[in-house]
């Protein structure tokens, strides 16, 4: 089955600064790559999404970057706030069926 | 327009009890997921309705079973409740094309005492 790696498992930055989670997966069909950010108390919710016919995807300060040939994918968050402070899941799925495979996750700490 | 609902939010339950969670998705989605999410194992996928019918399942024993109804709402049952079950199940429903978005619920914080 799919494995997905992700790190680092926490990341403290200061805000302002940037913010870069890496993940790699082992199954080369996989062809949708979604991001999720959960709060405190919150289930996951979508942040932003790439698939496998894209390199690069942006959304105002959050962009994800997709390597298949390595199977890598990061997510990169700019001009860090506090509000971004949050644990961060990579994930990898193929096929139409839901079935999602979940990196271990990022805690994200900003510091004001 | 109204999100995934998971109900009850927080469950307490002794070992060797059973427990049944329920998950309302998002008007119009068809399709239900089901994940444990625990501080050592992280987010582990249980199993996908789709039309009532279960079309994935992960790697958890035959005491977790689910089932979804006419209406696309689900539940999961959990039987002969052990320590270990303790956890937060998750439930996500999405619409079903390629790939597409799921949405998560609140979860349901399940204890076992």
């Known amino acids: 089955g799919e494995n997905v790696e992700q790190h680092p498992s926490t990341l403290s930055v200061q805000e302002g600064d940037s913010a870069v989670i890496k993940c790699t997966y082992s199954?080369?069909?996989?062809?949708?790559f979604p991001w999720y950010k959960q709060e405190l108390g919150k289930g996951p919710q979508l942040i932003i999404d790439?698939?496998?016919?894209?390199g690069e995807k942006k959304d105002q300060r959050i962009a994800v970057t997709l390597n298949k040939t390595a199977k890598h994918f990061s997510l990169h968050i700019t001009e860090t706030q506090p509000e971004d402070s949050a644990v961060y899941f990579c994930?990898?799925?193929?096929?139409?069926?839901?079935?999602?495979?979940f990196g271990t996750g990022t805690k994200l700490q900003v510091i004001p | 327009k109204a999100g995934v609902t998971q109900t009850p939010r927080y469950l307490i339950k002794t070992r060797g009890q059973q427990v049944t969670l329920s998950c309302s998705p998002i008007?119009?989605?068809?399709?239900v997921s089901w994940y444990q999410q625990t501080p050592g194992q992280g987010l582990q996928f249980l199993f996908e309705y789709f039309s009532e019918t279960q079309r994935n399942k992960g790697n958890f024993p035959g005491r977790f079973s689910g089932r979804q109804f006419s209406n696309s709402r689900s539940e999961m049952n959990v039987s002969t409740l052990e320590l270990g079950d303790s956890a937060l199940y998750l439930c996500?429903?999405?619409?079903?094309?390629?790939?597409?978005?799921?949405?998560f619920g609140q979860g349901t914080r399940l204890t076992v005492v």
């Open positions: 008007s119009g989605h068809r399709s």
């Open positions: 790439i698939r496998s016919n894209v």
């Open positions: 994930a990898a799925a193929r096929g139409g069926y839901q079935k999602v495979t």
């Open positions: 199954d080369s069909a996989s062809n949708y």
């Open positions: 996500a429903s999405s619409r079903v094309t390629e790939n597409t978005e799921a949405f």
